[in-house]
């Protein structure tokens, strides 16, 4: 089932995400995440530079360092994951993914971290790519950061798919939302608003922000 949603989601998010005027839902959920932020008052943040199909924060990064923010971007380093400072210029590294040019792992406690996901399920548990590799990172991270997963549209399982290790989301959110429920494809709402989720969500309802 897992493996179905996987497909499922790359599927979509390739074709979704070569949409002319995608960048406004991506400026639309920085914006959101700036607002955020900065009304929580982390002092650290980890970030991720993003694949074609992920929602481009990287913006919402040079922002956070503007305003003495500590900005953590990962680095895969063959089986493992590690956070570095963001740093200019950006290289690509593993799976033709941008990096940070600082090679310095950060020791630190990260008070936040924001996740891309293909889909979640009713565990409110990351589907990701399956290579487990922010799995492993944030379970040995000193202190649980809060964690927000993100995504241009929402694939939801209400079937438990994940397991115990796998991440966990504190908030999601979405420029727009698409579940995935029962095997029964449902369109939440397509029109160009913003969308979270939280935990402390009831029956999994969807709520404009």
């Not at 979509?12 to 700036?34: A, E, G």
């Not at 202190?143 to 549209?153: L, N, S």
Request: charged share 25%; glycine share 6%; proline share 4%.
């Amino acid at each position: 089932m897992k493996t179905k949603i996987r497909n499922f989601a790359k599927k979509h998010l390739k074709s979704y995400s070569q949409k002319p005027n995608i960048w406004l839902h991506d400026k639309r959920v920085s914006q959101f995440l700036l607002h955020w932020i900065c009304a929580q008052k982390p002092k650290c943040v980890l970030l991720y530079l993003p694949m074609p199909h992920e929602i481009n924060l990287k913006s919402l990064a040079f922002e956070l360092k503007r305003k003495k923010i500590t900005v953590l971007v990962p680095k895969v380093n063959g089986e493992v994951m590690e956070a570095v400072s963001l740093r200019l210029p950006l290289r690509l590294g593993a799976y033709k993914i941008s990096e940070s040019s600082s090679f310095t792992p950060y020791q630190g406690k990260i008070d936040l971290a924001i996740v891309p996901i293909l889909g979640f399920d009713s565990a409110m548990r990351r589907i990701g790519f399956g290579c487990g590799y922010y799995d492993r990172f944030l379970e040995g991270n000193v202190g649980k950061p809060y964690i927000i997963f993100a995504a241009r549209f929402l694939i939801f399982s209400r079937q438990n798919v994940t397991h115990d290790h796998d991440v966990r989301a504190d908030l999601i959110v979405s420029s727009r939302a698409f579940l995935n429920i029962k095997g029964k494809r449902q369109n939440g709402n397509y029109r160009s608003r913003s969308y979270y989720l939280n935990s402390d969500c009831s029956h999994w309802v969807i709520s404009r922000f």
